[in-house]
């Protein structure tokens, strides 16, 4: 209902004059209605721990007055800081370098048998005897060798971690690939934040992976131990 301003009778909202005395009404003005945005929380509750929004002056839970304006903007950057770090914790903390004993049972058990396997045949060739019969010699000789081998290259292929700091991704990630290439290494999956490198021939086979996890301000090798603290020296000289 709308209130004419001269005789203060009733009338519709929606006519242009008023019905008793007839005096024209000034149109209103249309109210936009503005979007609902989502609630954006950015600290908590000194007294009771409850998550405030960003914009709020007094806690919803238990009824005291928060801080000053100044105070509330730096909860609201802070939280989204907070966020951001935590995701890059999450994304770190999945890392983890492949173990020396790792390294070690899969390079033993990739390379016994096959040695076993070829010693038995060229001895029983250059021997005219039976390879049934230097099965079993080879088979001892085998697990010999990859013993020997996987303690071997266990101390050079076996996973870890370095830290590297970086001020700018962008160019971190076009300088990496490039000294990846020189090792002999390939891109194989690459999102933003993490980067994956597979070994070619020229870097061996049997290396294994190298995984980068870019943050804001610094990025997380795990791969061989040779291979990372090389390539971590290059960039940080």
């Known amino acids: 209902m709308r ?3 001269k005789c203060g009778a009733p009338n519709p909202a929606n006519i242009s004059e008023c019905y008793s005395c007839s005096h024209p009404f000034v149109a209103q003005p249309e109210q936009s209605v ?3 945005l989502p609630t954006q929380y950015g600290g908590h509750c000194s007294h009771c721990g409850k ?3 960003c914009e709020a002056n007094f806690c919803a839970s238990c009824g005291r007055e928060l801080q000053s304006d100044h105070s509330r903007e730096v909860r609201q950057q802070t939280g989204g800081q907070r966020g951001t770090l935590q995701h890059d914790a999450d994304l770190m903390s999945g890392l983890q370098p492949r173990s020396f004993w790792g390294t070690f049972s899969m390079i033993a058990g990739v390379t016994s048998l096959p040695f076993a396997l070829l010693w038995s045949w060229l001895f029983a060739q250059m021997n005219g005897m039976s390879f049934g019969n230097v099965l079993s010699v080879g088979i001892w000789g085998g697990l010999g060798f990859g013993v020997l081998f996987g303690f071997t ?6 996973g870890e971690m370095r830290r ?12 990496l690939t490039m000294m990846m290439a020189q090792i002999g290494y390939i891109p194989e999956t690459q999102t933003e934040k993490i980067l994956t490198y597979r070994p070619s021939y020229q870097a061996g086979l ?3 992976r ?6 804001s301000n610094e990025a997380v090798m795990v791969g061989p131990t040779m291979h990372v603290r090389k390539l971590s020296n290059s960039i940080m000289s």
């Open 153 to 158: 290259m266990a101390f050079f292929l076996k």
């Open 210 to 215: 190298i995984t980068v996890a870019i943050s």
């Open 3 to 5: 209130k004419c301003e």
């Open 206 to 208: 049997l290396s294994g």
């Open 51 to 53: 998550s405030l929004p």
């Open 164 to 175: 590297i700091p970086v001020s700018d991704p962008a160019q971190f990630r076009d300088r």
């Open 34 to 36: 503005q979007p609902r």
